[in-house]
């Protein structure tokens, strides 16, 4: 059973009560469990821009649905671990800038094979997680302040790369087609998401650095003194977040066919927001992957379908001008009913099992 | 003469957890009055009900004549009294003055902070506890008894009537003391009540006109001082017979599996340790709070290693800097914060038995739920552990059943020596002799078990051996069958060189 955030001993197990007395379940046990009402927020924002424009579900929009977010995707499931483990990773945006510049730099100015780029960024990103894993895991510094340093560190870097205005283009078809391409009908790069995803999740679900996240999240002290290598893998998470969103850079670079030092600017709160949104706890210990990839497919619809109204009218006025400001808001909004419906439906369970 | 504080049969509980059973107690002004007990017998839930931290289920509190039922802690400083902490609790960011002018001026939020009026009123009471300290001076740079002076200040300041001070010299040195005994003759001689409470007999014999006496929650004798013995006190404080009812030694110990030679660390305080532990036998480990009991287990599990001295396990000398190089050498370390270090609670019990076995159940890292499953339904049936299924999550059992949990987490790792920590604390009577059960039927079975108590009775009633402690170190070792004096003796360290 996964909870969405910490509850204390007795209001779990009056929650587990609440659950195994239930004969059938009812709708309120069935919305307190986060992934249905998940699905619920994703079927009606399909409902939604459905109705509002054509063609929402057809072949191409469902694949642009991901190709134009995939990269957010990649980021929600490295910060899956990262938050498990009571953590969080605000430099994983600046990271892809970083990342993409150098990949273009080694292309453009070092006439490297796009291949040897693209593992030169992963590797650059592997070091700036491991920045970030020296910081907290050795030195034991918070992970909101250390990453909030990188979060400008790294864009920083990009940018004097690039003395702020540079961009590289140019990239051989081949290496666009990264970006472009269909492999047997699906977006090329959805292969790798799912390549990352099933990683991530074994990593999570199926062994023992998982099981080790969520110990070190739920209590960094009783995991120490069970003898799990809290600083090991605590290390681990933060260095993975860097390698993937090294990945995400270059997997940017080949959509826009363009690597600039602004790549991935706020997507490391789109990535969080996916997260949070799939029911794990900001403070750690629990939640899935699967319910990461529920929150990033919520977010990921949400922004396509508003992207698409921009050229409808609605209640006769003109919303293109406000759409971009419309996905902003509607996004946060979504977060926080996603996250209140869950803790109330609970609440309202509780109360019935008392009385 | 009208007593400043009279307690008559006070009584609290925690849930099941009867801490004060009828307590009484009455301070007369001008009168040093010592509260002694063991740990645990209910000395701390008695300041805090004075202080009004807790508010008693039974029984009145009378302060200068008012009957009361219970008191909030703001009316209990209107009514003058104040209580010294262990631990001072001031503000280490502000000054000295200003932590003074804090506590006593009672002012709106956004009135004027006379900074004048405030330096000269802590100048004046700092001298008037002796103290040579700034009154500038950040409270983050002063030594812990130099903030325990500020407190009495304070308490001085507040015109507190009654002053507890809860075992104040803990942390002082000698010439420190002397200055405290100072203040409290001051204290006695102004009229002023003071409830002292300390571990160290001298100092009772030294400061205090009358002593109670708590044991087991219940206040077991008030008596003048000077008509008490040191040996009288111990025999008020151990009192009861230790009930045969813990399961008998069988066999001979084996083989030495544990040897400290001159072992300490000077960070966590613990210096010149020798002890031997040997297969098969319970060496059960006595001493107060603070005596360095559970930094010695810390040292031998990795947590805080050593700087000093020399562990041997096995006939092999081992440098220890982690738990997990204590847990691979086969040393178990089952920890005395059970809901902070033993169980993680939100986790299932079976996630919480095999996390200190993970890389022996799950070679290749992949976890292997039908073995994890099974090992947890062992240990559940094996320990009697009480709980709907290995899926259940830590915190939904009972004390005494996460206690089995955490003792099924090191008994996985199938250790050499076991080290535990306050075994039954917390833990209910019945699952508390099951728990002695499977502590000895482990050591039948050729376990070496270091058992650090602070319950004379299970230290007595388990141990084969007993080793005391006492600032730090070991004081004495003594055979399974020493009498509680013997032990309360050696870890009161009443050999008398000490008296101030």
Known sequence: MSTCCRYGVDETSTLLNAVMTAAKPSLKSLLARHEVVLLIVIALEILLFQSLGRRFLDGTNVSNIFRHSVEIGLLALAMTPVILTGGIDLSVGSMMGLCAVCFGIFVNEAAMSPLLAALLAVGIGTLGGGLNALLIARFQLPPLIVTLGTFSLFRGLAEALTKGSKSYSGFPDSFLALGNSDIAGVPAQIWIFLLVALGIWLLVHRMTIGRSFRAIGYSPEGARYAGIPVRRNLGLAYILAGAIAGLAAVILVARLGEARANAGIGYELLAITAVVLGGTSIFGGSGSVGGTLLGYLAVAVLNNGLSRITAYQLFDQPISSVARELSGMLTGLLLLLALAVTPLAKALAARRTKT | ?500
């Open chain 2, 1 to 500: 003469m009208k007593p400043l504080l009279q307690l008559s049969d006070i009584r609290k509980s925690f849930g099941a957890v009867r801490a004060l059973k009828g307590v009484s107690f009455d301070l007369q002004p001008g009168e040093v009055h010592a509260l002694l007990g063991e740990n645990g017998a209910g000395k701390s839930t008695l300041i805090k009900v004075i202080t009004g931290a807790h508010s008693p289920d039974d029984g009145t509190l009378t302060v200068d004549g008012e009957s009361l039922r219970s008191l909030t802690p703001s009316h209990a400083r209107e009514l003058g009294i104040a209580c010294i902490y262990q631990q001072p609790a001031l503000f280490p960011d502000l000054s000295v003055a200003e932590n003074i002018g804090l506590r006593l001026k009672k002012t709106s939020a956004f009135a004027k902070v006379k900074h004048a009026e405030q330096r000269a009123l802590a100048l004046d009471l700092l001298k008037r506890v002796g103290a040579e300290i700034s009154p500038d001076a950040e409270v983050r740079e002063l030594s812990m008894p130099e903030q325990q002076l500020v407190e009495i200040a304070c308490a001085l300041g507040s015109g507190a009537k009654i002053v507890i001070m809860d075992e104040p010299t803990a942390s002082l040195t000698q010439k420190e003391q002397h200055l405290l005994f100072g203040v409290v003759r001051d204290l006695r001689a102004n009229g002023v009540g003071v409830v002292y409470i300390s571990h160290r007999l001298e100092e009772i014999f030294a400061l205090a006109d009358r002593v109670t006496v708590l044991r087991d929650g219940e206040s077991v004798g008030t008596h003048p001082v000077k008509d008490l013995t040191e040996a009288a006190m111990i025999q008020l404080m151990v009192g009861r017979e230790v009930a045969a009812l813990y399961p008998p030694a069988e066999g001979e110990p084996g083989a030495v599996v544990l040897s400290l030679k001159n072992l300490g660390c000077s960070a966590s305080g613990v210096r010149g340790i020798d002890l031997e532990v040997r297969a098969g036998e319970i060496v059960g480990m006595a001493g107060l709070v603070g005596a360095g009991r559970t930094e010695l287990a810390r040292i031998l599990f990795g947590i805080t290693p050593a700087d000093s001295g020399q562990i041997v396990l096995n006939g092999k000398a081992l440098t220890l800097t982690s738990p997990r190089e204590a847990i691979s050498r086969g040393i178990a370390y089952v920890p005395e914060d059970r809901r902070r270090h033993g169980v993680i609670l939100e986790m299932p019990i079976a996630h919480n038995i095999t996390m200190a076995v993970h890389p022996v159940l799950f070679p290749g890292t992949l976890l292997r739920f039908k073995a994890e499953t099974a090992m947890a339904r062992d240990f559940i049936r094996d320990l009697g552990i009480k709980a709907y299924g290995p899926d259940a999550p830590g915190g939904s059992l009972s004390g005494g059943n996460q206690q089995k949990v955490s003792v099924s987490r090191w008994l996985a790792t199938k250790p050499k020596l076991l080290i535990l920590d306050e075994p039954t604390q917390g833990v209910d009577v019945g699952a508390k002799s099951e728990i002695h059960k499977i502590i000895r039927n482990l050591a039948k079975e050729g376990l070496a078990v270091l058992m650090i108590s602070s319950d004379l009775p299970e230290v007595l009633g388990m141990s084969d051996r007993i080793a005391v402690m006492r600032e730090g170190t070991v004081t004495a070792v003594l055979p399974g069958g020493a009498d509680a004096h013997q032990v309360m003796a050696a870890a009161l360290g009443q050999s008398g060189k000490e008296v101030a």
